[in-house]
Every structure is written in structure tokens, then in C-alpha cells.
């Protein structure tokens, strides 16, 4: 079915016409329409589809690289321009994906000919993949247009819109989510594994995110304690966390290109058995790991001509096991314990915040950190945590890094205090958001470019 619903997307209207009435008139066209949005996140590498664990992790103190990719450079230096191909690509696959929810949300919405608990099931799927799409949108590139509609002649002259606002939409869009979802996970013939469609309490973990990003520290405590306390997620075992029946999966995307598991792998595992990684781990990050930390775990450890090399590896398969064994995960329940840390931290509650970063801490075989008096040393455990627990993994480190204080210069982004240090030669602060791509403002002359790009 994944293959027709495939052809249904691509091979019937003409792109500047709205396919809606022909997709939505039973219960089986929709389902196949909203199922083809997650074939196309997982369809090749794309922003969904490891762009997010590669490329903020090069742009950062997390990964380096050994290969002769010249693709990376701009990346691992700082020096994006207008024209890359990594960027333009990122800002259109993000709104091809959003078009394909606007659609569904338009032709789902009242809609009388699909089967109700079906048609809510769906609506709540697009609502949550629009607001995913336009967070990664906003923590790339800053202000951008928000398109609600599938008109292209109206969507090809709207200006950017104010990250905030981007954000209320986000919340709108996952509180309706949670209103037409349940706790239970959809499943089909084509997704016939627990936890790769969204759910309600997947929207209610993207919601403690961004009500963490926006400082919205009591929400953010609320929202993650939901999601911990619910009962339907457990923390795995190291060697477990990441398979495709991993218990701590809030939600997974399902591969789907054939000889391949997941992008992370075909990114980060050579073909070749105890063959030199194209990415490493930073010696930056190295470094912060503690001695005992069974995380190590996640760290593949290879000599090659009598060099080491330590590379991700979290996903152990570069290609496809059959069955396969792993999936992309998206979403996943240590986030929730980090979230409502760092929230606690923020609220005083330093307590509180200590012994969720000693369940993580637990898990990695490490002792509870010691007796933290002050609310800056929370924080700092935090960003300890947080950075190891979620290395390589879509992009944590890099937008930290760019939401936190700095923590000895007032006024400035911890961004700005670690690249600055790291890479002095070619940092500038304006290098914390992507261009916008040129090709998008030669379409929309109502788009602005980012300050460093002009």
C-alpha cells in the first residue's frame, strides 16, 4: 500500500491546484493520503530523515568529520550561504510536508464521508506533523512564512511571521492534536508496529518542548510530567532504547527505502565492517564523558591505521535487517525526564530537578550527582545530561546551545560563549540561524534574509 499511496500523491493533480476532493471521499483514500506523509519524511535522506542528527551536530561542538565530503564544510565552519544545498533543501521538504497536512486538515475537517474516529484519528496525525515541520522550520531559520492554506498564489507572496506567533500556532495545532487523539497508537497493514503514528500523548511531548523553548517553565513541568507519568513509557535499557519495540518510544518513524534502517545509520556505520567512520564525535564532547558512563554504549570505538576513531553509534545497522530491528526515533521518554528537569531548575524546585536527572543518570550506570546547592549548578548538570543523553540526535545540542543564557557573559547565548572558543576563526553570532535559501526569495519577493546572508 505504501507504494500506491505513493503514486496517489504524486501522479494526479497538477501541483497549483488543490487535490483535496479527489483524496478525501473514503475512508480508505484517506487513510492512504495521510499515511503517504510519513513515507515521504522517511523517503532518502531529508530534514526528517537524518539531516537533523548530521548537520546542527557538524554546526556545533558534537561531531566532526574525516571524510573529504565538501559538503560538510560549510557546515563544520560556520560559513552557510544562500545557495547550499542542504539548506534550500531542509526549507522546502519542511513545506512540502506542511502542504500535505494543510490538505489533509482542509479536506478532513467536516467531513462526512470518512468514518468519524477515523477521520479525528487523521486530523490529529496532520495536526501534529504540521506543528513538528514548523518547529524545525523556526529553530533553523527564525522567522518564517506560516501557511495555513493550499493556494500557491497566496502562498508564494507571504512574508515571514514572528517566531513567536509561528509558536502560538504550534500549540494551537498540538492542543486540537490531543482533543481528537487517544493514548492509543493507529494501527494499519502498512504501520503494523505499536509506535509510528502519532498518538495523543506524542503531541503532549512536542508541547513540553516548545513550552520549554518559549520559557514557559510551569507548562513545560506539566506538559513532560504528563507524558512520564502516564504509564504507557518506560525507560529501556541502553542496548534496547533504540529498536524498533523500544518501550521508551514516544514515537518512531518506520523506514521505508529498501536495503536501509535508518538514515542515522547509513550516516554514521560504515559499509564496511571496522571500517573508518565518514562522522566522529568531537573530542569537545568526548571529553564530558564520565569514565564509568554505560553510554558509552552508544559510541562505536574502531582503529584504522593505527588511529581511533569514536563515532555514533546508536543505531547499530547501516543497512536493512530482515525484519528490520530499527527505527527512527523521534521521540522518546528520557527527553520528557530533561525537559521537566530543566523546568524544575528554572522554577527553584532544584530538588525535584536532581532526582530527574538521576533517573537518566541511573539508566547510564552512573552514581546521583552530588548534594546542588545553587540554581546555576542545576543548570549546568542539566546541560551536562542533556549533551550526552542526546548526542547525535536530531539536533538537541545545537538548538540548546541556542536557547540558553550564556553562563559568564550577560546578554550573550551560550552559543555564542561555546563557538566562539571553538571555531574563533569564523564564528559570528549571526551563524545560529540558516540562510534563507535564495531560490525561495527569487519565488516570494515577500521573504527578508537573515542578517549575516543579506
Known sequence: MLTGCNKLLDAGSPTNKVTTPQVYTSDSLAQAALIGIYYKIMEGFNVFNGFMSRYPGLSCDELSKTSVLVDDNP???????????????????????????????????????????????????????????????????????????????????????????????????????????????????????????????????????????????????????????????????????FLYNSKEAILQFMPVTAGFNTAEGGYFVPIVPNGKPSITLSDSLLKYLEPDDLRQAWIRTVTVSGKQYRSPYKFKQNTATSPREEYNMVLRLAEQYCIRAEARARLNRLPEAVNDLNTIRKRAGLQDLPTISTQDQVLAAVEQECRIEFFAEWGHRWFDLKRWPARAID????????????????????????????????????????????
Open 75 to 241: 557546515f563544520l565552519i560556520n560559513t552557510l550561504t544562500i545557495d547550499n544545498n542542504t539548506v534550500g533543501t531542509t526549507w522546502a521538504s519542511s513545506y512540502f510536508y506542511i502542504y500535505q497536512c494543510n490538505d489533509a486538515i482542509i479536506g478532513l475537517t467536516g467531513n462526512h464521508s470518512i468514518t468519524p474516529a477515523l477521520r479525528d484519528q487523521l486530523l490529529g496525525e496532520a495536526y501534529f506533523l504540521r506543528a513538528f515541520s514548523y518547529f524545525y522550520l523556526v529553530n533553523l531559520y527564525g522567522d518564517v512564512p506560516l501557511i495555513a492554506t493550499t493556494d500557491y498564489t497566496k502562498n508564494t507572496n507571504t512574508p515571514r511571521t514572528p517566531v513567536n506567533e509561528v509558536y502560538d500556532q504550534m500549540i494551537a495545532d498540538l492542543v486540537e492534536a490531543q482533543h481528537l487523539l487517544t493514548n492509543t497508537y493507529a494501527v494499519t497493514p502498512d504501520f503494523p508496529t505499536a509506535r509510528v503514528r502519532v498518538n495523543r500523548l506524542a503531541a503532549k511531548a512536542l508541547q513540553a518542548r516548545i513550552y520549554l523553548y518559549r520559557e514557559q517553565w510551569a507548562e513545560a513541568d506539566a506538559a513532560a510530567s504528563e507524558v512520564i507519568e502516564s504509564g504507557v513509557y518506560q525507560l529501556e535499557s541502553l542496548q534496547q532504547a
Open 411 to 454: 546578554g550573550k547565548k551560550r552559543i555564542d560563549e561555546v563557538m566562539s572558543s571553538l571555531r574563533p576563526d569564523t564564528w559570528k553570532p549571526t551563524a545560529a540561524l540558516w540562510p534563507i535559501p535564495g531560490v525561495e526569495r527569487i519565488r516570494n519577493p515577500a521573504l527578508t534574509p537573515n542578517p549575516g546572508y543579506e
